[in-house]
């Protein structure tokens, strides 16, 4: 086993630091096998798209040195070896955003955990939803709508009252932002394959951006989103702490 190492550049200097990799003899990551990534959370999901636009498909294990760390595994420097060969490993494939602008430029991203749009003004946004070429919704006005994966349906999605998906319920989440007419609409589940058009109504007046994880373009008209099954990455996690255990905690957190 070969592994690399992958520190989040924000993180201050310490001893911990010096003492893994003092007792580790780390290779680049072109060499590696095995991909050790220390930060946080924010951290995980940059590093993931530096491996995509990289092509670099090798596993990785996260070691918190974050404010929260729910992508990655409590942080200790002992038997590192020992916990990847045990660990427990996911196969996560991000979803796939196409904006075009009203410019007419298109801007293609990938994110892990959720694409959101989210208004530029003091304005709500208006948008209409568009499933597999069929108008499900023809006016939300909201602060703006959250499409997440499974994998991410515990972050912004759970804040904003969206439901918690397992790992393997092959669905995404989309969620509103704090929905003003309709009113009471919650949100929906949504099959892995299905193709998502989000329209910007009156997008001059109620001026609309586009997230993907931490990648944001501003002033959309139109955006497309579909998880891109061609692209997967291996996550790894302690077995006695893994992805799918702390999905399933969260549900039952007070």
């Not at 072109?30 to 670099?56: P, R, T, W, Y």
């Not at 801007?107 to 749009?117: E, G, K, R």
């Not at 996690?237 to 957190?253: C, V």
């Amino acid at each position: 086993m070969k592994i690399a190492l992958e520190i989040d550049s924000h993180i201050q200097d310490c001893k911990d630091l010096q003492q893994l990799q003092q007792r580790n003899d780390f290779v680049s990551i072109q060499e590696a096998s095995h991909i050790i990534a220390v930060g946080g959370d924010g951290f995980m999901l940059k590093f993931l798209q530096k491996c995509l636009k990289n092509n670099i498909y090798k596993p990785i294990y996260g070691l918190s040195k974050g404010s929260f760390g729910f992508l990655m595994n409590e942080w200790s420097i002992e038997h590192l070896k020992e916990r990847l060969q045990k660990a427990d490993a996911y196969t996560l494939s991000p979803l796939r955003m196409t904006a075009t602008c009203m410019d007419n430029s298109q801007h293609t991203h990938w994110a892990f955990n959720d694409i959101y749009l989210w208004r530029q003004s003091h304005q709500t946004a208006k948008l209409s939803i568009t499933i597999d070429k069929v108008e499900r919704l023809k006016n939300l006005i909201s602060d703006g709508l959250i499409v997440a994966t499974p994998a991410g349906s515990t972050a912004y999605n759970y804040s904003a009252h969206g439901p918690i998906l397992p790992l393997d319920a092959n669905l995404l989440a989309m969620t509103p932002i704090s929905p003003f007419r309709p009113r009471r609409w919650r949100g929906a589940l949504l099959p892995n394959d299905a193709h998502v058009l989000l329209s910007v109504q009156e997008a001059k007046k109620r001026p609309v951006c586009a997230v993907a994880d931490n990648i944001e373009v501003r002033n959309v008209q139109y955006v497309e989103i579909n998880l891109d099954l061609t692209k997967t990455f291996t996550l790894l996690f302690d077995t006695k702490y893994n992805l799918e255990t702390r999905i399933l905690n969260e549900q039952f957190k007070s």
